[in-house]
């Protein structure tokens, strides 16, 4: 490992990389390595790639061993993207060393975390004026949670986006509920309130939208939260991983609030299925080994009927409790349809809970597949075989779903996955929600909450089961697939975005024009 605040540049960041595009935008990503987060921001350095920029993606080693495969790939492909890692200083931090290093930072760590990445900010300055990382940047692209990226991209005199892997009808939810003190005077976190300043009524409660790091009884969060509102509100536009016929009274609403320019590029993952070689870009896309191998997916489903497998996946943070298992197991048992589980972390049950899997894995052979790790979802999810997905409705799988053409029954379990199930719900009338209200994961007080296997069984059958209902509801799920790609395709809303990004960031061009309205 290198000492720190030196860099190890990888994947080509040389100048003689850039293929002498000097006349090239230069986008510098700095993602979150939540994979939530990092996995669309990486799908839109490559997109941006591949319509002709330099993007070049920063982070720690633990970012970078997750991103290279992938960035290599896009590489021996042609396209001019790079890979810089930087150290973290554990020790300024007060980060564990290695506390980074697995799915998902520990909660306990996330605070020594971010102040860990934000050490990061002169080692990064001094890569990026160093003549081996030329051209010169032109915009840095910084998830929201970075906020320290302000001063980064103040001292190169660049402009800086933020990035979101959400939905605008989620963020101008959270925005508007703060602009308004809409919690004002509420002292019950479960207490409905109206979002305000909408034209359609949405009811949610604070438990469900306590807003970016707000709600947190320890002093350093809040002011945390404020620092991201700054720079939220400084941010010279946004990327958000959505596309504009989906949602656009919400994509124009929070343009409007913000007063900014918001470009919508997604679906994302659409970069992907763009690729000659469909089947191992989608099996790699989750930035982790997956537990099955994608061609024993397909085989496996390959013998089901087309429409007849619900797939359940609750992706990288949330873990179900022991009793949850066995209730979502049951549930799936009985409704009767084929199914695709994935448990992430299965091994770290007890011996009860494991000894259950086995028992059920052994009744329901041939018809359920229980993934013991992770999954290659996007190649599960554009299986012919598939017809529904049980979700925790984060963005990243929700949006997956609607560019499949899938309902969804939906089982939200903390902060904007609540709104995500509104979208899916309410909005898009595209799923089926096992009732929920309060958040599983990240409780403020510990709460067992319990979904019980009939309301699952009940959930799948009502989404994968005949009547006009369920056809309306896939009827809607197709057309909005429909929708998203064309987005993707040349002449669509999320294309001409992309271009939009690559045109205004180039090097000369009018700075007032690159982030002013349309």
């Excluded at 890979?83 to 520990?106: H, M, N, Q, R």
């Excluded at 873990?319 to 084929?338: D, F, M, N, T, W």
Aim: aromatic share 8%.
């Amino acid at each position: 490992m290198t000492s720190q605040g030196q860099a190890t540049t990888l994947a080509g960041a040389d100048a003689d990389a850039a293929g002498g595009s000097n006349a090239a935008a230069h986008f510098v990503f700095v993602p979150l390595r939540e994979q939530g987060h990092l996995i669309p921001a990486v799908d839109t350095a490559l997109l941006l790639a591949s319509h002709g920029a330099v993007c070049t993606i920063v982070g720690p080693p633990s970012t970078a061993a997750l991103v290279r495969p992938t960035v290599d790939s896009a590489q021996r492909s042609g396209l001019q993207v790079r890979l810089a890692e930087f150290p973290l200083d554990y020790a300024a931090s007060g980060l564990p060393e290695g506390a980074d290093a697995g799915d998902s930072i520990p909660p306990m760590h996330m605070w020594s975390y971010y102040r860990a990445m934000a050490l990061l900010r002169e080692p990064i300055e001094r890569y990026l004026r160093a003549a081996h990382a030329a051209p010169f940047p032109t915009c840095i692209v910084s998830d929201f949670i970075h906020p320290w990226t302000t001063e980064l991209a103040a001292n190169l005199g660049v402009p800086r986006l933020s990035f979101f892997s959400m939905c605008a009808f989620g963020l101008l939810c959270h925005h508007n509920l703060e602009r308004f003190n809409a919690w004002d005077g509420v002292e019950d976190p479960n207490a409905p309130v109206v979002v305000p300043g909408l034209e359609r009524r949405f009811v949610v409660t604070r438990a469900q939208a306590p807003g970016f790091f707000r709600g947190i009884p320890i002093p350093c969060w809040e002011e945390f939260a404020d620092y991201i509102e700054r720079a939220r509100a400084e941010a010279d536009g946004v990327i958000m991983n959505t596309f504009e016929e989906m949602e656009p009274e919400f994509v124009a609403g929070y343009a409007a609030a913000r007063n900014m320019k918001v470009w919508t590029v997604g679906p994302v993952s659409t970069y992907h299925q763009t690729r000659t070689t469909l089947a191992t870009t989608l099996a790699s896309r989750g930035l982790r080994p997956c537990a099955v191998d994608a061609d024993e997916c397909i085989r496996w489903l390959d013998g089901k009927a087309p429409g007849s497998v619900v797939y359940v996946s609750f992706g990288s943070i949330s873990r179900a409790e022991p009793k949850q298992i066995v209730e979502l197991g049951l549930g799936l048992e009985a409704s009767g349809h084929p199914f695709i589980w994935v448990l992430r972390n299965a091994g770290d049950y007890d011996e009860a809970t494991r000894a259950f899997l086995g028992e059920l894995e052994a009744r329901v052979a041939g018809r359920g597949l229980l993934v013991r790790g992770w999954a290659p979802q996007l190649l599960v999810l554009s299986h012919d075989a598939v017809g529904g997905f049980v979700t925790h409705c984060g963005w990243n799988s929700t949006l997956e779903a609607v560019a499949a053409g899938l309902p969804v029954v939906t089982w939200p379990h903390f902060t904007d996955q609540f709104l995500n199930e509104k979208m899916a719900v309410e909005v898009l009338g595209i799923g089926v929600s096992v009732g929920v209200t309060e958040p599983l994961t990240y409780q403020a007080v510990k709460k067992e909450i319990v979904v019980g296997r009939k309301v699952v069984e009940d959930a799948v059958r009502s989404v994968m089961g005949g009547g006009e209902e369920a056809e309306a509801r896939r009827r809607r799920a197709r057309a909005l697939a429909a929708k998203a790609r064309a987005a993707a395709e040349v002449g669509g809303s999320s294309h001409a975005n992309l271009l939009d990004l690559v045109k205004r960031f180039q090097p000369g061009a009018p700075r007032g024009d690159a982030v002013s309205q349309m």
